[in-house]
């Protein structure tokens, strides 16, 4: 088995604030099973991938895999590309994500699918094109497979399922506000494990930049979100805590890795609450915003810009903007 990185235990390194508000149960990061999440066998998980990605040649693969979705690369090529047979390949991605390359891009492809159908207003062919698939049939089958119902009457389940708009959400929308980001050079550290989680990560974050001899504060902080945790099981969610490279060499010390996101035009927001509020501001921008100004949302992860070290204030407001990319 490869080697997974021990899982910390959350060490808070500032008082909580007295002052930070009540959370709804509607605004949680995590949820025992995801309200408009996959049914039946496929909610099942029989593994899931480490709390911090450490090996080099399945983050090598994972950034090709996640570099180019409409035109993946194959088996063959990603064994190819890590030095390995396909066999030794297929086996170490296995073992160490807890799912096959096939099954996992599946998934994925599938959960986009769902965030569409959820959130926005395409018809379900262009869903199941952008999802890759040939024909609305081929799409339905692989999506009742995985949600437990066809994707026409999912939509409709997974919207009751799921915290409703409020005026609240609107009053955060008003908030937001358009900007062009450059998207700089990244490079960071790729974890699993859910939203809850988030000042875990940043703390396991700081002590691996401490390790490779950088000033974690000194930094430019920027995290990468690629899930819904309304649809993806918390294990399985993606976090890449990142900082603009200052400059470093190549290689890498691992398991740091270059992360990309593309520049333009973004919707922000800014975040000065504890993170455990996110989820609304989140909301805001994903549901209220591209309907209220006719700008439908890009096919980009989303990005958080740290304006203060998050690992100092663990339980406190935080202080960052949430950008969504614009089409």
């Known amino acids: 088995m490869p080697h997974r990185s021990a899982e910390p235990v959350l ?10 508000p009540a959370l709804s149960d509607l605004d949680r990061l995590r949820f025992d099973r995801p309200p408009a999440g996959p049914r039946g066998g496929a909610a099942r998980l029989r593994g899931h991938p480490p709390f911090l990605l450490d090996e080099p040649r399945i983050l090598a693969a994972l950034h090709r895999m996640e570099a180019d979705l409409m035109q993946p690369p194959s088996l063959d090529e990603l064994a190819a590309g890590c030095g390995l047979g396909r066999s030794h390949f297929h086996r170490l991605f296995s073992e160490t994500m ?19 159908l959820l959130a926005g207003a395409q018809s379900v062919l262009d869903i199941a094109v952008g999802a890759g698939y040939g024909s609305i049939a081929a ?12 994707p026409t009457l999912y939509r409709s389940a997974a919207r009751r399922a799921t915290p409703p708009v409020e005026p609240r959400h609107h009053a955060l929308a008003r908030r937001a506000r358009v900007q062009v980001w450059p998207a700089p050079a990244l490079i960071g550290l790729r974890f699993h494990g859910g939203y809850a989680r988030v000042e875990a990560f940043w703390q396991r974050f700081a002590d691996e930049v401490a390790r490779i001899g950088l000033d974690a504060e000194a930094l430019e902080l920027v995290a990468i979100t690629r899930d819904s945790p309304e649809i993806t ?16 060499p190549e290689p890498l010390p691992a398991p740091f890795r270059r992360c990309t996101v593309p520049g333009g035009r973004y919707v922000a927001l800014e975040h000065r609450a504890p993170y455990q509020a996110i ?23 989303a990005v958080e810009r740290y304006h203060a070290p998050p690992w100092r204030h663990v339980g406190r407001p935080q202080n960052l903007s949430i950008m969504v990319k614009l089409l």
């Open 233 to 248: 099981p918390e294990a399985l969610i993606r976090y890449d805590c990142c900082f603009v490279d200052p400059g470093l």
């Open 98 to 116: 807890g799912e096959t390359v096939v099954a996992l891009r599946r998934r994925r492809q599938l959960e986009t699918a769902a965030i569409h």
């Open 11 to 20: 060490v808070e390194r500032a008082e909580p604030s007295a002052t930070a």
């Open 139 to 150: 799409f339905s089958r692989a999506f009742q497979r995985h949600f437990g119902q066809p």
């Open 279 to 301: 989820f609304p501001a989140y909301r805001a921008l994903a549901h209220v915003w591209p309907l209220a100004h006719g700008e439908p949302l890009a096919e980009a992860p």
